[in-house]
């Protein structure tokens, strides 16, 4: 293991105090780059762990880290055929775990991998990947393995229906996920070990096409995340800039600035307002970034989701009281526990998908 890894492991082990003494920027980054910590995490002791403060929620209460680091471009496999996939069968009891709006618990890890919604046979699936990220819409998943040298890395795109994998790149981290409303399409960042700098793809789910985006690198911040439409996505410099650079999808041509964000599901439905993680915090930002509620506090940033125009969902993580709390104006703040046979790991494994 090198030094730049081990640095990575003190800075997460630092930033899972529950007292929030570390701010999430760097927690985040800590996690989500290089190799990431591997599974024996899950069996350490519940307290350790990210903490929210829910106590004085008010009408909406979120905060941001999202990930961010230093990677590096890499093409994808000349020819990757589809590999065979085979979940393992259903064991957490019941369908879909409802949260609020349609969205359901879209998966979470588990003892010996990732559970995820199988919405094309309503079951929980448990798939043996480092990480997955199913689309909200859909039967697609992407997938990550991670090692301790760049040849166990590798990330692709599970068909659920099919039951194959397309590898879309190998021997890079993979960071920055996000995917588009309709579940069509991914946007994400490669590291190559010992190379710095971002390198954006965008990749279609059915197909694995990828298209890469040289010329548009960052080293460090929130992002790579779609805009409301799927035409554009953006990447942000740094946790104190409030702002993110926009690109066009098509040619990877800058666009237009926007308020600095997580990912696609901070937008709300109508498109009109977003949670906007800083470095101390998030807010509910308009369009062009005017503060309109600041939210104390913080949690993941990009476990951040709109059940309507009005109401928040956003994820608890920390110790054995892990779960999806749901904010609404006028209401009290409600709470949606993990299933029993998710394990505690770290929070940004979890995720919710439209049921």
Do not use: C
């Not at 775990?97 to 448990?126: F, K, L």
């Amino acid at each position: 293991m090198n030094v730049d890894t081990e640095i990575r492991r003190t800075l997460t082990e630092l930033a899972d105090r529950a007292d929030g003494s570390v701010p999430p920027t760097v927690a985040t980054t800590s996690w989500r780059q290089g190799v990431r910590i591997r599974r024996t995490r899950a069996a350490l002791a519940a307290g350790a762990a990210l903490v929210v403060v829910l106590s004085s929620i008010s009408v909406y209460q979120l905060v941001g880290a999202q990930s961010s680091s230093r990677q590096k471009e890499v093409a994808p496999p000349a020819s990757s055929p589809p590999t065979r996939t085979q979940p393992q069968a259903n064991t957490v009891a019941g369908g879909a775990v409802p949260v609020a709006g349609g969205w359901v618990i879209g998966g979470g890890p588990s003892a010996n991998g990732v559970w995820i919604w199988d919405r094309v046979h309503a079951q929980y699936v448990e798939v043996p990947h480092t990480y997955a990220y199913p689309a909200p819409v859909g039967p697609y998943v992407a997938v990550e393995d991670n090692g301790e040298t760049a040849a166990e890395q590798r990330v692709g795109v599970l068909d659920l229906g099919a039951g194959t994998t397309q590898w879309l790149a190998e021997g890079a981290t993979f960071l920055g996920l996000d995917w588009t409303a309709d579940g069509s399409s991914i946007v994400y960042g490669l590291q190559i070990s010992g190379e710095s700098g971002v390198t954006v793809h965008v990749a279609d789910a059915a197909s694995g096409q990828t298209t890469s985006f040289p010329q548009v690198r960052f080293d460090g911040g929130w992002g790579p995340a779609w805009l409301p439409g799927g035409a554009e996505f953006a990447v942000g410099s740094d946790g104190t800039n409030p702002t993110m650079q926009a690109y066009s999808a098509n040619t990877g041509e800058p666009s237009r600035g926007v308020p600095a964000f997580a990912a696609l599901s901070a937008w709300s439905p109508d498109g009109s307002r977003v949670v906007r993680a800083t470095a101390n915090g998030a807010a509910v930002v308009d369009s062009s970034g005017a503060v309109l509620t600041q939210l104390p506090g913080y949690t993941y940033a990009s476990r951040i989701y709109w059940a309507d125009d009005q109401t928040i969902i956003m994820l608890r993580y920390g110790g054995s009281n892990n779960g999806w709390v749901i904010v609404e104006p006028g209401n009290a703040n409600q709470f949606v526990p993990m299933p029993v046979e998710f394990v505690v790991s770290e929070g940004h494994e979890y995720t919710l998908v439209r049921g």
